[in-house]
């Protein structure tokens, strides 16, 4: 039964949520302070953090890709090696 789950991808979305949930306090503490500079420059570090994770995510994705695509030509190669005895 083939893999459902792109275990690059996992990882890196596990990585963002952690790093989310490590800035999760600073910057509820921005907020609750009415600092408005420090509230701005919290949201600047999300968008950043955003960008970042989209692209990790996309990088993730070609080498699950990869990985799949390489996996398939080692089970089609096996699956050949397995016949050619019994055709001979």
């Known amino acids: ?5 792109s275990p690059k991808v ?3 979305c596990l990585q963002g949520l952690a790093d989310l949930e490590r800035i999760e306090g600073p910057f509820l503490n921005a907020l609750t302070a009415s600092d408005p500079e420090g509230a701005a ?4 570090l999300l968008l950043a953090h955003m ?3 989209s692209k990790r995510v ?6 699950d890709r990869v990985d799949a695509d390489e996996l398939g030509l080692c ?4 699956h050949e090696d397995a016949q050619s ?4």
């Open 1 to 5: 039964m083939p893999e459902t789950t």
């Open 10 to 12: 996992e990882l890196t």
């Open 41 to 44: 420059v919290m949201l600047r």
């Open 51 to 53: 960008a970042s994770t």
């Open 58 to 63: 996309m990088l993730a994705m070609v080498l």
């Open 75 to 78: 089970e089609g190669l096996i």
């Open 85 to 88: 005895p019994a055709e001979a």
